[in-house]
C-alpha cells in the first residue's frame, strides 16, 4: 500500500522523502543508503512523471510508521496500518501480495489453529496482518527488525 502523511515537507524543496521496509527479497538496503528491490522499482515508477526529486530514506518498519506520523517521511510503501490510520492517506495498493508463514520443513500449517503448536512467531515490530493474529494474546509473537 503507497501511503502519504497528512502533511507533506517537500513545497519548499520539492524533494520527497521515503521509505520502504528491507524485506529482502523485495526490498533492501546496500552499502550505505543504497536500495534496490522492487519497491523501489515501484515508487520510481508511481512517481517518475512528478516534478520533484526523491529522498529514499533507509529506516527499519518501526520507524518508518513514527515517521510518517511525525511528518518526517512523505510516502512510504507498507501494508496498511491502524496505528497510523488517522495520521496518513492510503493512495492504493501496488501490489496484491500473501502473508506467508515460513517454517521448519518438520512442521506443517495449514489452518490458523495450528499456529498454536509454534514456539515462536517472529514479527516485525509494529506489523499489522489481520484482526485476528493481531489480537490473538495467545501465540508467542517475538517482535523482530527483519525476517532474515
Known sequence: MLT???NLS???DKTLSISLPPFPPFNRFSQG???TGVGVIAIQEVTKNLKVKLALAPY???RIMHSLKTGELDLALIFKNNLIAN???YIGPLSLSKVL???RNNITIEHYDELYKLNSIGVIRNAHFNEEFDQDN?????SVNSYS
Not at 138 to 142: M, Y
Open 4 to 6: 502519504i502523511t497528512n
Open 87 to 89: 495520521d496518513v492517506e
Open 101 to 103: 508463514v515460513l517454517i
Open 60 to 62: 527499519p518498519y518501526a
Open 33 to 35: 543508503t543504497a536500495f
Open 10 to 12: 517537500y513545497a519548499n
Open 138 to 142: 495467545l501465540l508467542n509473537k517475538v
